[in-house]
């Protein structure tokens, strides 16, 4: 008794709060379920991308949970990934998640097997387009092939709730490169037209292939720490094209060593365009 109770003891330790659906007394229900009555989280923001600090908690790598030893990556920029989308609700909130936190599920956050703690995802419903940002501070979801587990309030702005899952696709943000563009609009004088400098990126390329332009956007991400690398979506008559573009453009940024660095890394004639 007293053996199996010191197994019990590890398994809490080192498995966050979504990562098995444990039935153990750490937790106040025998299954998990979203809320009693739903609740309109249509006020609740995205998670905010900002430069933080691996946590002391939950980054150990490798780690073992159910038999099955698992690693966590050393970094996230240019992770993309497309996979399974679970939730996970009452049954967790309250309790602390694999980095000591509070897991609070009306907050925009998730858990994932692999990414270090904390990492900021954009996360995309491909069933509906829809779009949340998340703050992965979690460990799981070790059910079958799920890719991901999120917040309830993440689920639900995604309109996954009723199905209970969703395929999505996952894309890291960078924090240093998403401040940048913040402090770009921030400072940007009122009645600046959209022409200017710090309006413009430099495309790469366009794809029909999304695949194709994660691929490039991954092999830009490597070599581009400094700038933000953005894959924007453009539908035309003849399909979408997914457009792969660096940016945005500071004055300080030297365009011509930019697009010579570019070059270097096979792509042909990178050409400057406005956004919006």
């Known amino acids: 008794m007293f053996r199996y109770l010191i197994v019990i003891l590890i398994s809490v330790l080192v498995v966050g ?20 009555q739903p609740v309109d989280v249509s006020h609740v923001k995205d998670a905010v991308p900002r430069v933080e600090p691996k946590s002391r908690g939950g980054n150990k790598s490798p780690y073992t949970v159910l038999g099955k030893q698992y690693y966590v990556m050393p970094h996230a920029l240019g992770y993309t990934e497309t996979g399974t989308a679970s939730w996970y609700g009452r049954k967790f909130h309250g309790h602390k998640t694999s980095n000591g936190e509070v897991y609070d599920m009306y907050k925009m956050s998730a858990a994932h097997k692999a990414l270090p703690l904390p990492t900021y995802l954009k996360v995309t419903n491909l069933a509906n387009n829809r779009q949340v940002i998340v703050r992965v501070n979690d460990r799981g979801p070790f059910h079958g092939n799920r890719l991901i587990d999120l917040s309830y309030a993440a689920a639900s702005k995604l309109g996954m709730l009723k ?39 430099l495309q790469v390329g366009a794809y ?39 940016g945005p453009l500071l004055s300080s940024t030297s365009l011509s060593d930019l697009v010579t660095q570019i070059e270097q890394l096979g792509f042909v004639t990178p050409r400057v365009v406005d956004f919006p």
């Open 163 to 201: 199905k209970g899952t969703a395929h999505v696709r996952l894309e890291a943000i960078d924090p240093r490169a998403w401040q940048r563009s913040d402090q770009v609009v921030a400072v940007k004088p009122a009645g600046t037209p959209t022409v200017s400098v710090e309006g413009r990126y």
């Open 17 to 36: 709060c979504s990562s098995t659906g444990s039935n153990s007394g750490r937790y106040s229900m025998r299954h998990d379920k979203a809320p009693d």
């Open 208 to 246: 029909s292939s999304r695949a194709s332009a994660e691929r490039v956007e991954g092999k830009l991400r490597q070599q581009l720490t400094d700038l933000a690398v953005i894959i924007r979506p453009l539908t035309t008559n003849s399909g979408v094209l997914h457009r792969v573009q660096v």
